[in-house]
């Protein structure tokens, strides 16, 4: 479901701040019966990170949504988006991740890295702020895990090997 498309299309983000004055807008324009549940949303951005769209990706409980990489990327694959964010409220008002929510994050970096779209911030709404993961360079920090290193590391050396073995063949 796209979210208030042509309020915000085109609007640039340049920081968590501007993506939690938007976010909490559209929260806000909910139904009051929708506002204890957890949303997920995607930020879809072109390079210059102006909104392409905001897609609602998952409506939960009041205390968890359900959010899986297909859902996340598939608009942004659709629309070729450069970049995207994702975000996320916690009715109960706690701004701190959960393991979870680190966990997934640390996940769709990975994804979005192997797909060229990368995940430039994760961020919490609650009633009275935001915690952003780029803000506390988190992002950075779940994207230098050396777990994934060894695996790209160890992909690039196997693709090299074909490689050479296919060029081998054809000469």
Request: glycine fraction near 2%; aromatic fraction near 6%.
């Amino acid at each position: 479901m796209i979210e208030s498309r042509e309020k915000y299309q085109n609007k640039t983000i340049s920081c968590s701040k501007h993506a939690f004055h938007i976010m909490s807008s559209i929260l806000n324009d909910k139904e009051p019966i929708d506002k204890d549940r957890e949303h997920a949303w995607v930020i879809n951005l072109n390079n210059a990170n102006k909104i392409l769209n905001i897609e609602l990706i998952s409506l939960g409980t009041t205390t968890e949504t359900i959010v899986t990489p297909r859902e996340v990327f598939c608009m942004a694959v659709r629309i070729r988006a450069s970049k995207i964010m994702i975000v996320h409220n916690h009715p109960s008002n706690t701004y701190i991740p959960s393991y979870a929510d680190i966990s997934l994050t640390e996940e769709l970096i990975q994804i979005g890295k192997l797909i060229s779209i990368p995940i430039i911030d994760h961020i919490i709404l609650v009633e009275t702020g935001y915690f952003s993961f780029a803000d506390y360079s988190l992002i950075d920090i779940l994207e230098e895990n050396p777990l994934y290193r060894s695996i790209t590391s160890k992909r690039n050396k196997e693709k090299e090997k074909i490689h050479k073995k296919i060029l081998k063949m054809l000469l």
